[in-house]
């Protein structure tokens, strides 16, 4: 048996480019992954708190610790992606989240939770989000937008399937076997296939990227724009001093920290603050997975779509989305209203998530691609940190999220003036790295 199925696994990578099959792997880290996010702790928030009576600060400051960790951990995991693949990233990756998951389960006291949601975020941030999708974006070129965008799809899809199956979980059997099962998610779908199949890229076997052995055809070359150029000479030409060294690339991370604090900032704190508006937990639950599966639709359609229109304009419009959904959140009072904020707040966060890596892919190329997202997610980490506990000071300081959203709208605006300077620079001159 065991024989007849490595023939058939060896005959299927036969007929099919095996970048598919580390998308694939990767995908089910970023499903997993779901355990770590914000949109599922925001579920644990009410039962958590009335169990141990702790503050929104506190709940928030475990966020920021890990996300802080986990922003000082990227570049160097970053680099490792680089030089030796992600494999090992998310197998590590993969078991410190579901066992900080398996040890949240039995956790009693305030630092017993900061400890373990703090290495969750860590491993999310600086580990299993550094070692996804620049590593498919080492496999694909010519498809790179689908596959990216595959990828991100999955990662949400684990988000708008878990919190209304959390909620269920918390309601039945109480929050602790939530934690439970999300840890063994993660293991059964992230861990193993991450283990036993990612590897660095293509050449690393011996095949050509995306699998092509001629000139691609003309319906599947990517368009021709400014941000998005055929042919693969620039993925040997940029060195990360260089890069580092271009305008746009400060642009690109400062646009991206800054809008992150406003993301970051709504989400966790999004269901306590809709069931205060008086929203039942059931609706506020139901916005999440609207926020979601509009992330999630959003992903596909735009990373699909940079194949042949410029990130960096959809990056833009992403950064207007956010402070439209803004604007629709402070006024929101209906059950309309607020789900039309979660679909416009997912398409821009969603949208963002997925075309940032796409846009330094494409201005940058492949070889330095892991050093400068793990810089990049660490700024965007930063954010995130930033973010959540502003919103939770906010309200423990006012009684009201007013204030915190307010500002939000307007660094969402300050976000998308940044994007939109963020130009193409002019090609480097190789040099060793």
Not at 134 to 141: E, H, L, R, S
Request: hydrophobic content about 55%.
């Amino acid at each position: 048996m065991v024989s007849r199925t490595k023939g058939w696994v060896s005959g299927l990578k036969g007929r099919i480019y095996y970048g598919w099959f580390v998308a694939i792997a990767t995908a089910g880290a970023e499903f997993g992954n779901a355990a770590s996010a914000i949109a599922i702790l925001t579920v644990f928030v009410n039962p958590m708190t009335e169990e141990f009576g702790w503050s929104r600060t506190q709940i928030s400051g475990a966020t920021s610790v890990g996300a802080i960790f986990g922003a000082a951990l990227a570049p160097f995991t970053g680099r490792l992606v680089d030089r030796f693949g992600s494999r090992l990233i998310l197998t590590v990756g993969g078991l410190a989240l579901a066992a900080s998951c398996f040890y949240l389960a039995a956790a009693q006291t305030l630092g017993g939770f900061y400890i373990a949601f703090s290495i969750a975020r860590t491993a999310d941030q600086g580990m299993i989000k550094i070692g996804t999708l620049p590593v498919v974006a080492k496999w694909f070129q010519v498809y790179r937008g689908r596959a990216m965008a595959i990828v991100s799809f999955i990662g949400l899809l684990g988000v708008i399937v878990m919190a209304p199956v959390v909620h269920m979980v918390i309601e039945a059997w109480g929050w602790r076997v939530a934690w439970v099962m999300l840890g063994s998610i993660m293991i059964l779908i992230g861990v193993l296939p991450s283990a036993l199949i990612v590897r660095r890229q293509p050449e690393d076997m011996g095949l050509t990227i995306d699998g092509i052995t001629a000139a691609p055809p003309s319906d599947c070359v990517l368009g021709l724009n400014e941000d998005n150029p055929t042919g693969g000479e620039s993925d040997q030409t940029w060195t990360l001093r260089q890069v580092m060294r271009t305008q746009t690339f400060w642009l690109i991370l400062v646009s991206l920290f800054v809008i992150s604090i406003a993301n970051a900032g709504v989400v966790l704190h999004l269901i306590p603050h809709l069931t205060e508006q008086g929203l039942s937990e059931g609706s506020a639950v139901g916005a999440i997975s609207v926020f979601s599966t509009s992330a999630a639709a959003a992903t596909l359609l735009l990373g699909i779509l940079t194949e042949r229109v410029s990130p960096r304009l959809m990056m833009l419009f992403g950064y207007m989305l956010a402070a439209l959904a803004m604007i629709v959140l402070i006024i929101a009072d209906t059950i309309f209203e607020v789900y039309l904020f979660a679909v416009i707040q997912g398409a821009a966060a969603g949208g963002i998530n997925v075309l940032a890596p796409i846009l330094l892919a494409s201005y940058y190329g492949r070889r330095v691609l892991g050093s400068i997202y793990g810089l990049v997610r660490s700024a965007q980490v930063v954010g995130f940190a930033t973010g959540t506990l502003l919103s939770g000071i906010v309200y423990d300081a006012t009684g009201s999220y007013r204030n915190a959203f307010e500002s939000f709208l307007i660094i969402a605006v300050v976000s998308s003036t940044m994007m939109l300077l963020a130009r193409r620079p002019k090609p480097a001159v190789a040099h060793p790295v």
